[in-house]
């Protein structure tokens, strides 16, 4: 799906997300969470530190077509930059962590009150619980919601599965075991169930394929069945 921007109508949305994103690489609150990132366990095969660079892109790339003002845009790509930094201590507890770990960053200081807060809530938005032995996406806290949509931008996406078995392999799990394999299935279409986008543009941009990947979940889950 080719978009032009409002700015540059002779560009495509992919084209201008990427200029966009390479200019805030040089933001000094993004270079700093992206320093920290660099030294994230290796067994991390899911949220390491590509993880974030694409949840920056895709949270640009949601923003641009909604055409938010350029401040915004920075403003939630330093958000998506610092909101898995949590995982360089723990790994079940990364969101509370990483805001913790913002709030003593040079960058934290440099931000409003209010910029901080929305940061905050940003980087809170991503958390993910279980209930009922299901897994949901916490209450929206952040006004906007685009990094909770750049966070789970794959599922509306063609590598969707790709990266189910990057989070397997994180979690050490092996799909070689039936059972295991079930519940693997089972919690991503419960996800995907219970998903719903933020934004419009994550919903113009990525609902079909969404949709896509829940069939064919659905369809390989019940054949695990028979």
Same mark, same amino acid.
């Given at each position: 799906m080719?978009?032009?921007t409002?700015?540059?109508?002779e $560009?495509s949305?992919?084209?201008?997300a990427?200029i ?5 690489l040089?933001?000094?609150a993004?270079v700093?969470a992206?320093?920290l990132l660099?030294?994230?366990p ?7 530190k590509g993880h974030?660079l ?9 923003a641009l077509?909604?055409?938010l003002?350029? $401040? ?8 998506a930059?610092?909101h ?13 962590i990483?805001?913790?770990m913002?709030?003593?960053s040079?960058?934290f200081?440099?931000l409003?009150?209010?910029e ?5 809530a940003?980087i %809170?938005?991503t958390q993910i619980i279980?209930?009922?032995d299901?897994?949901?996406?916490l ?5 906007l919601g ?5 966070d ?8 969707f599965?790709e990266?189910?078995?990057?989070i397997a ?8 075991n039936?059972e295991? +394999? +079930?519940?693997f299935?089972a919690?991503g279409?419960n ?7 933020k934004t419009?543009?994550a919903?113009k941009?990525?609902?079909?394929? +969404?949709?896509?990947?829940?069939r ?7 054949? %695990?069945l028979?």
């Amino acid at each position: 799906m080719e978009l032009k921007t409002q700015n540059h109508p002779e $560009k495509s949305l992919e084209t201008e997300a990427v200029i966009v994103f390479n200019e805030l690489l040089k933001n000094p609150a993004i270079v700093e969470a992206l320093n920290l990132l660099d030294s994230l366990p290796k067994n991390l095969k899911y949220h390491d530190k590509g993880h974030t660079l694409d949840v920056m892109k895709e949270t640009i790339l949601f923003a641009l077509a909604d055409e938010l003002d350029r $401040k915004t845009i920075e403003l939630q790509t330093i958000a998506a930059a610092w909101h898995d930094v949590g995982y360089l201590k723990e790994y079940n507890n990364n969101e509370p962590i990483a805001v913790e770990m913002f709030q003593k960053s040079k960058a934290f200081q440099t931000l409003s009150t209010e910029e901080k807060a929305e940061i905050i809530a940003n980087i %809170l938005d991503t958390q993910i619980i279980m209930k009922d032995d299901k897994l949901f996406l916490l209450k929206q806290r952040s006004k906007l919601g685009y990094i909770l949509d750049g966070d789970v931008s794959s599922f509306g996406r063609e590598d969707f599965f790709e990266k189910r078995m990057e989070i397997a392999e994180e979690l050490g799990l092996d799909l070689s075991n039936v059972e295991i +394999k +079930k519940k693997f299935y089972a919690s991503g279409i419960n996800l995907l169930r219970n998903h719903e986008w933020k934004t419009e543009s994550a919903k113009k941009l990525r609902q079909a394929q +969404k949709e896509i990947n829940l069939r064919k979940l659905e369809e390989e889950y019940a054949k %695990l069945l028979k």
